[in-house]
């Protein structure tokens, strides 16, 4: 693999203790851009020494746009957006890569928590009900019971779409999907991206071969309210307005997507699948 066959870009805010524990391994076989929001830590000085090329924004312009100035930024044939919580083995990327080779589209490593388990990345279509169902409101919990989805080793599966703590693509194909949808600050960004790519005829794979642990602490776990909590309120609302058939059932939304309906849930097969609707 060429040292700069990638680019992996990583948004920083206020970061620095995270990327010291996540990104010390000084081998990065690939061009690391860190995009900085704005932080009032150490965080653009601590990537700089881990190895990154670091944009230094004057102000925080959110996850979407931030990652959109490392796209520009970048000019190697793969690209992979990954959060500063991940670990990223390099060796996973030739993996990542094989699968674009043939598929195209988005694709994802399996996550992990920091103690190995699986932890669920991919996603089914997001019905307002199953991301209640995801907060384990029963009895919503059981009746979207395989929203949340995993690969194992050998195994690849398509999804509706993968969080945005890692996602890989093709850096053209990723260009020509349109890039992150900057009409959201934070959260549901990545569910718009897969929805948007399934129906642009770029399908989003989870790949089980791929395992890197990520140290995912979300913010709105907590039902103390803060500013997360009105981030995510605020762009849940951006997205049920996009996407009125996950909140409403109307239109259906196995009618308006209709080819990610087809396949979410079932394995990736070996060849390119056909692009006719």
């Known amino acids: 693999m060429s040292e700069r066959r990638w680019s992996v870009v990583t948004v920083t805010y206020n970061s620095a203790?995270?990327?010291r524990q996540c990104w010390s391994d000084s081998?990065?076989?690939?061009?690391?851009?860190?995009?900085?929001?704005?932080?009032?830590?150490?965080?653009?000085?601590?990537?700089?020494?881990?190895g990154a090329r670091v944009v230094r924004l004057p102000a925080n312009v959110g996850f979407s746009r931030a990652n959109n100035v490392g796209l520009?930024?970048?000019?190697?044939?793969?690209?992979?957006?990954?959060?500063p919580d991940l670990e990223v083995a390099h060796d996973g990327l030739d993996a990542l890569q094989a699968h674009l080779d043939v598929h195209g589209g988005l694709v994802a490593p399996q996550l992990l928590s920091?103690?190995?388990a699986l932890q669920p990345n991919g996603r089914g279509f997001p019905y307002a009900t199953a991301k209640l169902g995801n907060r384990k409101f029963w009895p919503l919990s059981r009746l979207h019971a395989s929203y949340r989805r995993t690969a194992q080793p050998g195994e690849a599966i398509w999804?509706?779409?993968?969080?945005g703590a890692a996602v890989a693509a093709r850096r053209n194909d990723f260009i020509e999907l349109g890039a992150w949808s900057e009409r959201f600050f934070l959260y549901y960004e990545d569910h718009e991206l897969g929805l948007r790519a399934w129906r642009q005829r770029h399908p989003?794979?989870?790949?089980?071969d791929v395992q890197w642990k990520h140290h995912w602490a979300r913010a709105t776990n907590s039902f103390r309210w803060s500013r997360a909590h009105t981030l995510e309120v605020r762009s849940a609302m951006t997205f049920y307005r996009m996407f009125p058939e996950f909140l409403l059932g109307l239109p259906p939304a196995g009618r308006r997507h209709r080819r990610a309906a087809a396949l979410i849930g079932s394995q990736v097969g070996p060849t390119r699948i056909p692009t006719a609707t």
């Open 72 to 83: 520009r930024y970048s000019t190697s044939e793969y690209i992979l957006f990954a959060n």
């Open 159 to 163: 999804t509706a779409w993968v969080m």
């Open 204 to 208: 989003v794979a989870l790949l089980g």
């Open 114 to 116: 920091p103690t190995g």
């Open 27 to 50: 081998a990065k076989p690939y061009d690391w851009i860190v995009v900085d929001n704005c932080s009032t830590d150490a965080s653009p000085n601590v990537a700089e020494e881990l």
């Open 17 to 19: 203790n995270t990327l």
